[in-house]
């Protein structure tokens, strides 16, 4: 139900969540098909109210039951969100069954906070709460009555629109949280504090007297460090989806993390791939002209995941600049299969390479298809979840940032691997598959010695990167970038 918040809680939280803890429409609706058809309802029609909101109760209640903080036992507090607006029809489902649940669970053990936001409109500045009473009013309707107001909005609430929304919203003024803009997401924390948000959500669910004042040193500590950087660093982020650039959040915040830890501040430049392709030289020249010449002016290159063959030239010209240029370059996932293909078309001369994924019938398939399950269906065919890469030897930068590690374990979501037909002729040539999986035929993390930072990896490193501990081969990138990598090395290898 967090849709991209669910890495945000692990960022936050500094939890390892699993796929249990993102409760879906089609995961609810799908247990309950299967029962069906199992005979578990023995023929009774089967309706939203109650077998689609018991399904989302008891999933609820099962997941609040597993530990993901490492301690045993189940935990204090479940957090629940419930994404979308209120009113919207595909929630309703889940709101019903939240009602449910709050009665079930007894007053005590159940705390609603509704997000609002409250907007200013017009010249005179006044702050709205009109928005925010609606979607209160609507929610009531519908059976729940928040605790806490979370009220969003550009400056801080006055003192006469937060007395408003306490009357009409039937919620106390001390309950109504003010989360205005900050300078950093790593104030949000602090503010909540300073609000006694903590004391107002330990009352309502009667733990007061067995918790703890939040220690936030750590926080305060990483907010001020980042208002006070003035140096940055410029990343070429060379994608397919860069319009949306929410679908690449948590690359943001792993190259946030690592540049944090570099006393610097990230500066991403994003660029189309499609806009760095020869066509687009014709069709839109000034944005091809744009494109190069922000490449050009990066201190590094990165080409993040993806799925289709669109904008798949632009990314291989990108990894080429990269390559010949000898600009820090970092490919995960499809930009590692980039790599490759760019690889193997410039240096081995096979002008056809590609990918089966973006042509069937070339005749050098360097990146193939190879699920872990059917071949045939498209559905449940990804490698996911955490895997083991082996390092095949300690003498290559990622297994030193990796602090010489002879393994990791990594997120993946993929379905193509390198070609394992090819690697010996990729080694010859000088491009080097440094990490692989246990059976040693899928190739996970590449490189390419002759070059002072061209790293591949097949597994999505982001998804473990946390705001004090950056994911290692991030931070590496970043000291690349701004040619502190080896004096890092240097002094990682004397231990200081």
């Known amino acids: 139900m967090v849709d991209l918040d669910l890495g945000n809680y692990e960022r936050f939280l500094d939890l390892t969540l ?16 299967e029962k069906e058809r199992r005979g578990d309802y023995l023929g009774k029609t089967v309706q939203v109210v109650p077998h689609i909101t018991d399904a989302i109760k008891n999933r609820i209640e099962s997941v609040a039951t597993i530990p993901v903080d490492g301690q045993e036992g189940p935990a204090d507090v479940c957090v629940i969100e419930l994404g979308g607006t209120v009113g919207d029809i595909e929630s309703m489902p889940f709101i019903e069954a939240l009602r449910q649940l709050s009665f079930s669970v ?48 550009a400056q ?19 309950n109504i949280l003010n989360i205005h803009d900050v300078p950093n997401i790593w104030h949000v924390p602090l503010l909540l504090r300073n609000q006694n948000a903590h004391h107002s959500i330990l009352k309502q669910l009667d733990l007061l007297r067995i918790a703890a004042a939040p220690d936030l040193r750590d926080w305060t500590n990483m907010a001020a460090t980042h208002d006070n950087i003035t140096n940055s660093v410029k990343i070429a ?30 500066s991403i430049d994003w660029i189309a791939a499609t806009d760095l392709e020869d066509e687009s030289s014709k069709s839109t020249p000034e944005a091809h002209a744009t494109a190069w010449e922000t490449l050009r002016k990066a201190s590094c290159v990165l080409v993040p995941g993806g799925f289709g063959d669109r904008g798949v030239k632009g990314m291989i010209l990108a990894a080429k600049y990269a390559r010949e240029n000898k600009v820090p370059y970092f490919g995960i996932c499809l930009g590692m299969q980039i790599s490759v293909i760019e690889f193997a078309r410039n240096v081995l001369g096979w002008e056809k390479a590609n990918s089966t994924e973006f042509d069937d019938g070339t005749p050098n398939p360097v990146v193939i298809f190879m699920p872990e399950g059917s071949k045939t269906h498209m559905g449940s065919t990804m490698r996911l979840g955490s895997r083991r890469t082996l390092f095949q030897t300690a003498d290559c930068i990622t297994s030193r940032v990796y602090h010489n590690s002879q393994y990791v374990d990594e997120r993946h979501r993929h379905r193509y691997e390198v070609n394992p037909e090819f690697i010996g002729t990729f080694e010859e040539a000088g491009l080097k598959f440094v990490g692989k999986d246990e059976t040693g035929n ?4 590449l490189e ?49």
């Open 18 to 33: 699993t796929r249990e803890n993102n409760i879906t429409t089609g995961k609810i609706y799908q247990s309950v098909l």
């Open 106 to 153: 007894g007053p005590d053990n159940f705390c609603l906070i509704h997000v609002s936001l409250v907007p200013v409109l017009g010249v005179v500045g006044e702050q709205k709460t009109k928005p925010t009473q609606h979607s209160v009013r609507e929610l009531r309707a519908l059976g729940l009555t928040p605790h806490l107001l979370a009220c969003r909005s």
């Open 156 to 174: 801080p609430i006055l003192d006469n629109t937060k007395e408003k929304l306490s009357q009409f919203c039937h919620v106390p003024a001390g």
């Open 237 to 266: 982020m060379v994608g397919k989806y860069v319009g949306l650039t929410d679908s690449y959040l948590s690359v943001v915040k792993a190259l946030l993390h690592a540049c944090i830890a570099c006393s610097l501040k990230p």
């Open 442 to 445: 899928r190739m996970e993390i």
């Open 448 to 496: 390419l010695p002759s070059h002072p930072f061209y790293v591949g990896v097949q597994f999505h490193p982001e998804f473990k990167s946390r705001p004090r501990r950056p994911s290692p081969v991030f931070l590496g990138f970043i000291l690349a970038a701004t040619g502190q990598l080896d004096l890092y090395l240097e002094k990682q290898q004397n231990g200081s």
